[in-house]
């Protein structure tokens, strides 16, 4: 329960609230205007980091003065079963390639080239990425998984996400593929 964990770390935190949105990209955003650090990360109420993950990722963006770190990522479809997913953010172009729960990005990517789309549903991490990749943004890869994720959030339900990634690749002149998420 997301409640009582933010309850229990209440006096370790700056601020939280748990309340009615319009949806990810709505919550994603009300979540970046609210901070205040240089480094943005996004993560999903049954998503969790590894204990090194913050740290690595800060070292990363520091050390390689990229604008984006990114991670695999342990997804989980079973209690005592999971996969590693790879992210790969040349392959943004062709698929959704990357693992948003393992992303922190510099402040600057949303003041330069904007927040959330708040009229998607599902794929708005999948059109952020991509925008910072046609943008120019920078990226480096941390060679080990750094998030956890749950399977059966909402981009697991499918057809609508994959509906969503043709129009956000078909926004960005690209051809639909085979393949949409990794």
């Known amino acids: 329960n997301s409640r009582d964990i933010i309850h229990q770390y209440r006096d370790s935190l700056a601020w939280f609230t748990s309340e009615a949105d319009r949806g990810i990209g709505h919550a994603f955003n009300k979540g970046f205007l609210k901070s205040r650090g240089r480094i943005i990360g996004f993560l999903n109420a049954d998503d969790w980091y590894e204990p090194f993950a913050v740290e690595t990722a800060l070292q990363s963006l520091s050390q390689t003065d990229a604008d984006i770190a990114y991670a695999p990522m342990f997804l989980h479809f079973s209690p005592s079963g999971f996969s590693v997913n790879d992210g790969n953010h040349h392959l943004l172009p062709l698929l ?4 948003h729960p393992t992303v922190f990005a510099r402040r600057h990517c949303f003041i330069r080239h904007g927040l959330f789309r708040e009229d998607l549903k599902i794929s708005v991490d999948y059109e952020w990425l991509l925008r910072q990749y046609h943008r120019k943004s920078t990226f480096c890869y941390l060679d080990r998984p750094i998030t956890h994720m749950s399977l ?7 057809k609508y996400g994959i509906m ?9 002149g690209l051809p639909p593929t085979a393949n949409l998420a990794m």
């Open 96 to 99: 959704n390639s990357m693992n």
């Open 152 to 158: 059966g959030g909402l981009s697991t339900f499918g």
């Open 164 to 172: 969503e990634n043709l129009l956000i690749r078909s926004a960005y």
